[in-house]
């Protein structure tokens, strides 16, 4: 029996020094369901750095690692360690599918976007030791489907009280900064609806009661997300997702929403500058409604959560130190910012790139952080300062309690908004130590 070991690595924090945390709350699907499209006779192992260490004297045949955004670095440094030894790895995940010949060069083979349609390949080859330098082979339109995940290989490890499901990958809108645009461009692929009922009821087997809607955007097919909640209904679980902010205009969907068990969508609103939404290609979001959609979506009894940008090209220095008002006007729980930053890969890069306007090109000290090019109203340094800016003010002691404790909900879910509480003075010791707040 040949062994598979799975790897999802935890980013380095600013001294080089890699990311621990006591428990991890987000888990990523990925890695379970590699797990569920391996053969049976393959051993698999799955290693979630952030909460363990990664066994490098392992006896595993084949190393495979994902790299996601600014963790990309640490994945090299494993790949590169393990080929130390002897051992064959693949990478695979968003950055490696966004620039696979980079990826190529610290790997053994590079898969590119979804797996299902080539692992078996992608593990035959490597068994008769042919393994290619790039696999890819996208997903059909329409519906794709995938195997039960294997979250029994979670066990014994400290996560949250939730786990992932997906019901459809990609998303219609097509903003120019945004790594699922690269890699879907403008689709939405569904699932079978008694797949995703399968997962849940897994989820549910093993004890769990609350899960965690991957999709990028459920509100991308209006039609598919009404039958979506009527089997949520059936099943009686509570969960949460993302998509975009018009849904707060559908009152009628709402209300499903809510009684399908929805605590909290997450909406990346980017900005609250209009220009600045046009040129990201994402001309559809109005700022001028985002307060009356908030509060509408809340009056449904769902809480929102909110990410955003900062140094878009309509953003001013006075614009982005607005936008605290505007987080705690909306008493926004937990806000989370990023520097805009044009990844390779995404049509930002290619437009910053031409313009001449990169003014770093170490593509791997991109984390969202610090400006890497030449913002149209600000200076690089200005628009890191202002980013770091805007965090620390919004998490101050004051600002914590105003946006989680001083609040009607608090008195209904006094226990919600407690650990919002916990996470926001955690995320206020991060960003004390200048690391971007997450919990993962």
Not at 42 to 67: C, H, K, N, Q, R
Not at 225 to 230: A, F, R, S
Not at 405 to 429: A, D
Request: net charge positive; proline share 5%.
């Amino acid at each position: 029996m040949k062994k598979l070991l799975l790897i999802q690595p935890s980013p380095y924090q600013k001294d080089k020094t890699v990311v621990k945390k006591s428990r991890l709350y987000f888990v990523g699907l990925s890695l379970p369901l590699l797990a569920a499209l391996t053969p049976k006779d393959w051993e698999v192992e799955l290693i979630y750095e952030v909460i363990e260490d990664i066994p490098f004297d392992t006896d595993a045949d084949l190393i495979g690692i994902s790299t996601m955004g600014h963790g990309v670095i640490r994945s090299i440094d494993i790949a590169k360690e393990f080929r130390k030894k002897g051992k064959k790895v693949i990478l695979g995940g968003y950055m490696a599918s966004i620039m696979p010949l980079e990826a190529a060069k610290y790997s053994d083979s590079v898969v590119v976007g979804d797996a299902e349609m080539i692992w078996e390949e992608v593990l035959s080859d490597f068994c008769s030791g042919r393994l290619k330098e790039i696999y890819e082979k996208p997903l059909p339109n329409g519906y794709f489907s995938t195997p039960m995940p294997r979250f029994d290989l979670l066990k014994g490890k400290k996560i949250g009280d939730f786990l992932p499901v997906q019901a459809g990958r990609g998303c219609p809108n097509s903003c120019s900064f945004c790594s699922v645009s690269c890699l879907y461009k403008g689709r939405y692929i569904k699932r079978p609806l008694e797949e995703v009922v399968r997962d849940i009821k897994q989820i549910k087997d093993l004890g769990f009661k609350k899960i965690l809607l991957l999709d990028d955007n459920i509100f991308s097919d209006r039609d598919y997300l009404h039958k979506l909640l009527d089997t949520f209904i059936e099943l009686n679980v509570t969960w949460m997702s993302q998509c975009e902010i018009t849904i707060g205009h559908d009152d009628d969907l709402l209300q499903k929403l809510y009684k399908s068990g929805c605590q909290t969508l997450s909406f990346g609103l980017e900005s609250i500058t209009k220009e600045s939404l046009d040129k990201m290609d994402k001309s559809w979001a109005k700022p001028s409604e985002y307060d009356y959609l908030i509060q509408n979506i809340r009056k449904h009894g769902i809480d929102v959560s909110t990410e955003m940008v900062v140094g878009a090209e309509g953003d001013t220095l006075e614009s982005i130190r607005k936008t605290k008002d505007f987080i705690e006007k909306n008493k926004i729980s937990v806000p989370r910012f990023y520097i805009l930053t044009p990844f390779p890969g995404t049509r930002f890069f290619e437009q910053i790139e031409k313009a001449g306007r990169l003014v770093n090109k170490d593509i791997y000290s991109y984390d969202g952080t610090s400006a890497v090019y030449k913002p149209q109203n600000m200076t690089p340094d200005e628009l890191t300062a202002v980013y770091w800016e805007l965090y620390e003010n919004l998490f101050t002691f004051k600002s914590i309690i105003k946006r989680n404790i001083l609040r009607k909900e608090m008195l209904k879910m006094p226990h919600k908004y407690l650990f919002n509480t916990i996470v926001n003075l955690y995320y206020r010791e991060q960003i004390k130590r200048r690391i971007t707040p997450n919990i993962f």
